[in-house]
């Protein structure tokens, strides 16, 4: 079983054989996962037996975020609205992005959480309503994500995102906050309709959607029912069952 996550080669440092061992890979494979549902519309050509699953969420893990009453000590300081970001911050994260968004609202707050890698950290972005408070575990994320009032997914639009299906899409939503996100494929085919996750392709679009997005929040109830609905039966549970029954066929 091939269980094919993301585009690889495409990320910065790909080794350059990476492609070939992948077609080798596919030859001797009998299924083929895929990690969302534009990277199995790359790999169906290559293999006849090639299944899409979307990113699943543990929705209860996400949910406590709904209930936490205080923040972590590093986030409890900083102002609001928060907006936040959980995630490798590395050619994927569109700097210039966040940058300006921050320049466009000073009175927002941007929390960005996660390990800066194969970029210079130097080229971040450095202003007094941007806070990088590095990397955290994953249980601690629920803890950061309550206290936020939107979350994004700021990603670059370029050959290392133009196959990804970002899991924290339904674990900022089982989280019980509304999403911002560029117009990375995946979402928009996902969740594009959806109502919670708002799609922004330029900077003052981004600001705009947020705007509403804050909107979104003021009204939990509503937001909330309107998240699960979105989030319906997305479980890791549901995603290995039919996993499985799958990988069952082949005996």
Same mark, same amino acid.
């Given at each position: 079983?091939?269980?094919?996550?993301?585009?690889?080669? *495409?990320?910065?440092?790909a =080794?350059?054989?990476? +492609?070939?061992? /992948?077609?080798?890979?596919? &030859?001797?494979?009998?299924?083929?996962?895929?990690? !969302?549902?534009?990277?199995?519309?790359?790999?169906?050509?290559?293999?006849?037996? #090639?299944?899409p699953?979307?990113?699943?969420?543990?929705? /209860?893990?996400?949910? %406590?975020?709904? *209930?936490?009453?205080?923040?972590?000590?590093?986030?409890?300081?900083? !102002?609001?609205?928060? +907006?936040?970001?959980?995630?490798?911050?590395?050619?994927?994260?569109?700097?210039?992005?966040?940058?300006?968004?921050?320049?466009?609202?000073?009175?927002?707050?941007?929390?960005?959480?996660?390990?800066?890698?194969?970029?210079?950290?130097?080229?971040?972005p450095?202003?007094?309503?941007?806070?990088?408070? *590095?990397?955290?575990?994953?249980? &601690?994320?629920? *803890?950061?994500? #309550? !206290?936020?009032?939107? #979350?994004?997914m =700021?990603?670059?639009?370029?050959e290392?995102?133009?196959?990804?299906?970002? %899991?924290? %899409?339904? /674990?900022?939503?089982?989280?019980?906050?509304?999403?911002?996100?560029t117009?990375?494929?995946?979402?928009?085919?996902?969740?594009? /309709?959806?109502?919670?996750?708002?799609? #922004?392709?330029?900077?003052?679009a981004?600001?705009?959607?947020? &705007?509403?997005?804050? &909107?979104?929040?003021?009204?939990r109830?509503?937001?909330?029912?309107?998240?699960?609905?979105?989030? !319906?039966?997305?479980?890791?549970?549901?995603?290995?069952?039919?996993?499985?029954?799958?990988?069952?066929?082949?005996?």
């Amino acid at each position: 079983v091939y269980d094919c996550m993301d585009e690889l080669s *495409g990320f910065r440092g790909a =080794p350059p054989q990476l +492609l070939q061992r /992948e077609r080798e890979l596919l &030859e001797r494979a009998d299924l083929v996962f895929t990690g !969302g549902y534009s990277l199995w519309e790359a790999k169906r050509t290559l293999h006849d037996n #090639a299944h899409p699953f979307p990113s699943s969420v543990d929705i /209860e893990h996400f949910a %406590t975020a709904r *209930g936490f009453q205080n923040n972590p000590p590093d986030q409890a300081g900083i !102002g609001r609205p928060r +907006l936040g970001f959980y995630g490798v911050i590395d050619e994927r994260f569109d700097i210039a992005l966040l940058e300006q968004a921050a320049s466009l609202r000073p009175d927002w707050q941007f929390v960005m959480i996660g390990p800066v890698v194969k970029i210079d950290a130097a080229a971040l972005p450095r202003r007094p309503n941007i806070h990088f408070l *590095g990397g955290k575990t994953y249980d &601690e994320l629920p *803890g950061y994500l #309550a !206290g936020w009032n939107v #979350a994004l997914m =700021p990603f670059a639009l370029n050959e290392s995102t133009r196959f990804i299906s970002p %899991t924290k %899409t339904p /674990e900022y939503l089982a989280g019980g906050c509304p999403v911002v996100s560029t117009p990375v494929a995946d979402v928009i085919r996902g969740y594009g /309709e959806s109502g919670v996750v708002l799609i #922004a392709d330029t900077a003052e679009a981004f600001v705009a959607a947020c &705007e509403k997005a804050l &909107e979104l929040a003021a009204d939990r109830e509503e937001f909330l029912k309107n998240a699960d609905r979105t989030l !319906g039966d997305m479980s890791w549970d549901q995603t290995q069952t039919r996993m499985q029954e799958m990988i069952e066929c082949l005996a």
